[in-house]
């Protein structure tokens, strides 16, 4: 599976968009992009996840650009709820049972 | 009702002793997994199950013995365990499809003194 790097840090203002970037230069055609995040002393939530095409659901969008080399999650309206360590995955189609976790962005959302 | 169960959540317990941490999914899943994530954060694939078959064993040591008596639980036994074996323990399951996303237990942080 292709390595993904991340910021290890962030910090968004409350109400304002959280954009988390994420670098996946190596990624290959048949690789999905996943987003999961870490609330403090919680177990990881799935938050969203793309091939190719922009993705929206309820939680945050998926960037991602044409050469898929990149994406951003987006949270349109951070919370303080927020907080948490954000891990962008690359997932290969053909693997799907895997999923290797990264070192991930803390994002630390301030009143 | 929570859809990934581990229990306990707290474990502490001395070197050498044998443990156990259970995990139950109500979710109707196939595969299931453990993860460890150590006192760096870093969270790391132990093993992974489908259907009470193994498919991924990821070089964990063989104190560590995943058992699935059935596709709704995946239990993780350790024996003689030893001070490194300290970390939380992340109990998953995976949703329908290739794209299926991990729904995650709330982990069970193990403390070996």
């Known amino acids: 599976d292709a390595k993904t790097t991340q910021p290890p840090s962030m910090d968004c203002a409350e109400g304002r968009a959280a954009n988390l970037p994420c670098n996946h230069s190596?990624?290959?055609?048949?690789?999905?992009v996943y987003w999961y995040r870490q609330i403090h002393s919680q177990g990881p939530q799935y938050i969203i996840h793309?091939?190719?095409n922009n993705e929206t659901n309820e939680m945050a969008s998926l960037i991602i650009t044409e050469d898929r080399k990149s994406s951003t999650l987006i949270l349109p309206h951070a919370t303080l709820r927020d907080t948490a360590v954000y891990y962008c995955?690359?997932?290969?189609?053909?693997?799907?049972?895997?999923?290797?976790f990264g070192t991930g962005t803390r994002l630390q959302v301030f009143p | 009702d929570t859809a990934v169960s581990q229990t306990p959540k707290y474990l502490v317990t001395q070197m050498g002793n044998d443990k156990s941490i259970k995990c139950e999914q109500n979710?109707?899943?196939?595969?299931m997994y453990w993860y460890k994530q150590d006192s760096k954060k870093f969270l790391k694939i132990m093993f992974s199950?489908?259907?009470?078959?193994?498919?991924i064993n990821e070089t964990v040591p063989n104190r560590f013995s995943p058992k699935s008596p059935d596709k709704a639980h995946l239990n993780l036994h350790i024996n003689s365990l030893e001070l490194g074996d300290s970390a939380v323990y992340f109990c998953?399951?995976?949703?329908?499809?290739?794209?299926?996303?991990?729904?995650f237990g709330e982990g069970s942080r193990l403390t070996v003194l």
């Open positions: 190596t990624i290959s055609g048949n690789e999905y």
């Open positions: 998953a399951s995976k949703g329908q499809g290739a794209t299926g996303e991990l729904f």
């Open positions: 199950y489908n259907n009470k078959e193994l498919i």
């Open positions: 793309g091939l190719k």
């Open positions: 979710l109707g899943h196939d595969t």
């Open positions: 995955i690359v997932r290969s189609l053909y693997n799907t049972d895997k999923l290797i």
